[in-house]
């Protein structure tokens, strides 16, 4: 649905009125995650660059951190929970992730993640400091 509306607002087909067409636009830019281009650099593995992306699309964007668990990344990632489980501790020791377990009556609850020092997030995406020109922005 979401293509048939940009191809629509695109080539103004079937617009009747323009706030017809800003309302279509807005619905249409909903739902998406924006992903910084210096993750294509990185040279991650698709199962780490999945679970990166499921990462930023969990997070919050005024704080940055996310909470989701290894099962739900696997549900959403379509992979073994093991494999998550690998993924994470591969993107924290390539310093883009950092985890903290959270514990209650001494059992694991949940784990935090935040993107590790060097990365910064604002209401636009998440951008690597090293990023001169951030072309990802709108």
């Known amino acids: 649905m979401p293509i048939e509306i940009l191809?629509?607002?695109r080539y103004n087909q079937n617009i009747d009125c323009p706030e017809q067409l800003e309302t279509e636009r807005s619905d249409a830019m909903q739902n998406f995650t924006r992903i910084p281009n210096t993750v294509f650099e990185m040279h991650l593995s698709p199962i780490e660059f999945c679970v990166l992306c499921c990462l930023l699309k969990c997070r919050n964007s005024v704080t940055g951190k996310c909470f989701p668990s290894y099962?739900?990344?696997?549900?959403?990632?379509?992979?073994?929970?093991?494999?998550?489980?690998k993924a994470v501790k591969s993107l924290q020791k390539k310093h883009i992730l950092k985890v903290k377990h959270n514990y209650y009556n001494h059992k694991q609850?949940?784990?935090?993640?935040e993107f590790a020092h060097g990365?910064?997030?604002?209401?636009?995406?998440?951008?690597?400091?090293t990023d001169t020109n951030k072309t990802n922005r709108s």
């Open 7 to 9: 191809s629509r607002v």
């Open 71 to 85: 099962s739900k990344i696997a549900s959403e990632c379509r992979i073994a929970r093991s494999s998550v489980a």
């Open 119 to 129: 990365w910064y997030c604002d209401d636009t995406g998440l951008y690597c400091q």
């Open 109 to 113: 609850r949940c784990n935090t993640y």
